[in-house]
């Protein structure tokens, strides 16, 4: 069984502390399917500056005392699964 996606409406920018974004370079890549070799849609390419905001919001989120820490396991999941779409 095959899905079809449209690349419209895939996120292609790049998701940083809680928000998409784009990426500070302007540029992006290709994303291809592997199977077809067709390019499936262009998405963000991170540069060192978005990388470092990244890390640096992703140690926030860990910190003893955050909003991400303090939720359970289940709610975790549900905001990835939600993020994943």
Known sequence: MSAHLDAKSIETRLFINNEFVDATSGKSFATVNPATEET?????????????????????????GSKWRSLSGADRRDLLLKLAG
């Open 40 to 64: 499936i849609t262009e998405v963000g390419e991170a540069s060192q500056d978005d990388v470092d905001k990244a890390v640096k919001a992703a140690k926030a989120a860990f910190k003893i």
